[in-house]
């Protein structure tokens, strides 16, 4: 039973992450956390990402934008194995606040930028490296950071083929260099590699059939899709820290 809800939800997932330049893993962890464990998260999540972000790549191998790659994957890389390291050890669980503020300031430098049509959030491609570091090294740690670099891919000018393009390859190195580095630290087990397996192939309708219809979708609106996105990931982060905030 849980190898066909995890199937469903996966294709459901990832076919509406294509619309919105990512997200599948907001909608996979809170299942994971009650089907399996919280403990499976990182290793079940990072398993399911690696495959279906490589599925992906294939689909849109010809939209990357490899400068902003040559400048991620660098600090990504390091940033991976830091996390992962540190989620051997224990769990930072205030982490998801700051990611939900982040992305709440985001969704407001957007708005400003699209309503002035201004330059005021131009992104150049260096900010990728610091900021892959930083973004990997969360990833590692709960699991998935969400759309916290869709606001720079954006920035930045990228059209929607290759916001999925850059983000897919950008997130497919990290995701490789975290599964080895679970399977060191002793976080990664076969089982929860199964699930994730079963999460990365069941990907695969979701980001065909996503593809074909990002295809009918103009950039405005995809644009307009994904600031909405990030606003109800900030908002759903902060709802998960209820008992932070609360406290």
Same mark, same amino acid.
């Given at each position: 039973m849980i190898v066909l809800i995890l199937t469903l939800a996966s294709s459901i997932?990832?076919? %509406?992450s294509s619309? %919105? *330049?990512g997200g599948s @893993?907001? $909608?996979? %962890?809170p299942l994971i956390s009650v089907l399996i464990s919280t403990s499976a998260v990182p @290793? /079940? =999540?990072?398993?399911g990402m690696l495959f279906g972000n490589a599925q992906r790549v294939g689909l849109y191998w010809r939209h990357i934008e490899w400068r902003l790659v040559v400048w991620c994957l660098p600090g990504a890389s390091v940033g991976a194995v830091l996390g992962a390291f540190v989620v051997s050890r224990t769990r930072i669980e205030w982490l998801s606040l700051l990611l939900a503020g982040f992305l709440l300031a985001s969704v407001f430098g957007l708005l400003n930028s699209q309503r002035s049509q201004s330059s005021s959030f131009n992104v150049q491609a260096w900010y990728f490296l610091p /900021?892959? &570091?930083g973004d990997a090294f969360c990833s590692g740690l709960i699991g998935s950071t969400g759309p916290v670099l869709q @606001?720079? #891919?954006? *920035? #930045?000018?990228?059209?929607k083929e290759q916001v999925l393009a850059t983000k897919s390859f950008n997130v497919l190195g990290i995701h490789i260099i975290k599964l080895v580095a679970y399977s060191l630290f002793g976080v990664m087990s076969w089982p929860y590699f199964g699930y994730g397996l079963v999460i990365g192939l069941a990907a695969l309708p979701g980001n065909y059939l996503?593809?074909? /219809?990002?295809? !009918?979708?103009?950039? !405005?609106?995809?644009?307009?899709? /994904? $600031?909405? &996105? =990030?606003?109800c990931s900030a908002l759903f982060m902060l709802w !998960?820290?209820?008992s932070v905030l609360l406290f």
């Open positions: 997932a990832w076919f %509406i619309l %919105i *330049g @893993p907001l $909608i996979l %962890i @290793p /079940v =999540i990072t398993t /900021v892959g &570091f @606001p720079l #891919y954006l *920035g #930045y000018g990228l059209t996503g593809q074909q /219809v990002l295809k !009918q979708m103009s950039e !405005q609106q995809f644009r307009q899709l /994904v $600031i909405t &996105f =990030i606003g !998960q820290q209820r």
